[in-house]
């Protein structure tokens, strides 16, 4: 399974960018989709997450300024930034959690997958 996500790059403060993450490989579903992010010299941390069927989950910083949303045909996954800040400078992950049937009963077993990164940075 591969996450890989694209969209980063440098904006100023107040400006929006869209980030898209895409899943490849073999599996039976995905059941949840996000990002999260990690900023110089801090851990890394949840920005939003959607689950199937569930409601979004968004960062209390982030709230009302990002929209996550999933595209289960296609295996996608965007956060659409808006009225960026400094402090959102970070590299953004995308992160999956895959389901696949183990055996013949329908047994399923998940597993964690995150993308490489890619660098949000948002100059004042």
Not at 44 to 72: C, E, H, K, Q, W
Not at 82 to 109: H, Q
Request: with cysteine.
């Amino acid at each position: 399974v591969h996450l890989v996500e694209s969209g980063g790059g440098l904006v100023q403060a107040g400006g929006s960018l869209r980030l898209s993450c895409v899943v490849s490989g073999s599996f039976d579903g995905i059941d949840a989709m996000g990002w999260y992010r990690q900023a110089p010299g801090k851990e890394r941390a949840l920005v939003a997450t959607t689950t199937t069927g569930g409601s979004p989950n968004y960062a209390d910083s982030v709230m009302g300024r990002f929209t996550i949303s999933r595209d289960n045909a296609k295996n996608t996954v965007d956060l659409q930034m808006n009225s960026l800040k400094p402090e959102d400078t970070a590299v953004y992950y995308c992160n999956a959690i895959v389901r696949r049937v183990v055996n013949v009963e329908g047994a399923t077993v998940r597993r964690e997958y995150w993308g490489k990164g890619t660098l949000v940075t948002v100059s004042s």
